[in-house]
């Protein structure tokens, strides 16, 4: 089982694959990232490589490139990265435009046709009005929020847990407005850390908020999703949170996400910098190549 290999077992098993395949590999954290690039890339020339995982996959980056094993890519989150000015310096490691995928996703115009879809004009109209700002600009600040605190956390070390949070604990469905001392103690009790002192972790997301980062870098896309999930049951839409889970907005989400969109990334033209470096080696579909 794949997802039990650890970064040796990944590496071998790519450096068995070179004597019966000659293209590139493409390595991603995880299969949802996978169902993603394949729309993008050269099936035939290229192979994607699920890591199950970020560090994984730099530490088989690591040893693929001290072996000087050729065509091999590495496209991951970029996470806090490119705030904490941490990117890595391999050339063969490349990192999306914003937090992750899913915000390189919010961010195209593809949130504008699914927000058309499942949303009501009528009340994103009066929403407008009654705020002063649209939809994914309001997201983004109430996302963000919640980025600082999975920021403070890792660098903290705080091991707060993140995965199936009920947002529903700190964000008021009737006009969507965000409870900080309610946020930061439903990530306490879900992450059994009840013994951290809830005025230190205010003070400290003050201070990370107050350093004015670009949203779209702190914002994980999975809680802007959820948070848009619950949106459209009341304040944008009329769905019931049954027929329209997080999860499923996700998926709808990667596939209005098409073609063109992808163009217009930095990650694309990355792609296309890292071919002209590494010919014959090619990663993107058939009018994809520069």
């Known amino acids: 089982m ?15 694959l070179r004597s019966q395949f000659q293209g590139a590999f493409l390595i991603v954290e995880g299969d949802t990232d996978q169902r993603l690039f394949k729309r993008f890339v050269d099936q035939e020339s290229c192979q994607i490589r699920v890591t199950n995982g970020k560090e994984k996959a730099l530490k088989v980056m690591d040893i693929l490139e001290r072996d ?95 995965e199936d949070l009920d947002y529903t604990k700190f964000i008021t469905r009737s006009d969507m407005s965000i409870n900080h001392t309610a946020m930061i103690r439903t990530a306490k009790n879900h992450s059994q850390k009840q013994g951290l002192d809830e005025a230190q972790l205010q003070q400290s997301l003050q201070e990370l908020t107050a350093l004015g980062h670009d949203l779209a870098q702190i914002c994980c896309g999975h809680d802007v999703i959820a948070i848009l999930a619950l949106g459209l049951c009341k304040v944008w839409g009329s769905y019931d949170a049954h027929e329209l889970p997080a999860d499923a907005l996700e998926r709808i989400m990667r596939v ?30 058939r009018g994809f190549t520069a």
């Open 256 to 285: 209005a996400y098409e073609t063109n969109h992808f163009q217009q990334t930095r990650l694309y033209a990355a792609i296309q910098t890292w071919e002209r470096a590494n010919v014959p080696f090619v990663i993107l579909a």
């Open 2 to 16: 794949r997802q039990f290999l650890n970064e040796h077992g990944h590496a071998n098993e790519i450096r068995m």
């Open 68 to 162: 000087q094993f050729a065509g091999i890519l590495a496209i991951l989150d970029a996470d806090f990265l490119f705030v904490e000015q941490a990117i890595p310096p391999s050339p063969n490691i490349l990192l999306t435009d914003f937090h992750d995928l899913e915000m390189l996703i919010i961010l195209s115009p593809a949130f504008s046709k699914v927000l058309e879809e499942y949303g009501s004009a009528t009340k994103i109209a009066q929403f407008a009005q009654r705020t002063g700002q649209d939809v994914r600009g309001y997201l983004l600040e109430l996302g963000a929020h919640l980025g600082y605190l999975r920021w403070h956390s890792l660098q903290a070390n705080l091991a707060l847990k993140f």
